[in-house]
């Protein structure tokens, strides 16, 4: 049974920084890209990043270029999104999924395309 499970969310200032993190069990780590999304409150489940199989490449929504950061581990199955100079705009739920593509397309990365998903970790932004 695969389970992906995300940790290190909360409240932080403006300005400030996060790193969240995705445990993933009962599948081959390296068979799958990883990603994250995140869901604000009313609005749809939007990508974030995504990193590719062995972590030598990694893709990012423009909104969170040169602010976020996503990198794998291989040694303990877990993907990270390191998020700073955060911005009220950033509150929201942050899903993690597991891929078996990855593209560096942004039209690729819906919901619908994802193989598996975490619950979730709330990550809240105050200006």
């Known amino acids: 049974q695969v389970q992906l499970e995300e940790s290190g969310g909360g409240l932080v200032q403006a300005g400030g920084s996060l790193r969240l993190s995705c445990a993933a069990s009962?599948?081959?780590?390296?068979?799958?890209?990883m990603d994250w999304f995140r869901q604000a409150p009313g609005k749809e489940r939007e990508f974030v990043a995504a990193?590719?199989?062995?972590?030598?490449?990694?893709f990012y929504t423009d909104s969170v270029k040169g602010r976020f950061s996503i990198y794998r581990d291989a040694t303990n199955n877990t993907v990270y999104l390191q998020m700073n100079s955060l911005k009220p705009e950033d509150t929201a739920l942050y899903y993690c999924?597991?891929?078996?593509?990855?593209?560096?397309?942004?039209?690729?990365?819906?919901?619908?395309?994802?193989?598996?998903w975490g619950k979730g970790t709330p990550v809240t932004v105050s200006s």
């Open positions: 999924a597991a891929d078996e593509n990855y593209y560096t397309d942004r039209n690729y990365y819906t919901p619908a395309a994802m193989d598996y």
């Open positions: 009962g599948l081959t780590f390296s068979d799958y890209a």
């Open positions: 990193i590719s199989w062995s972590g030598s490449s990694t």
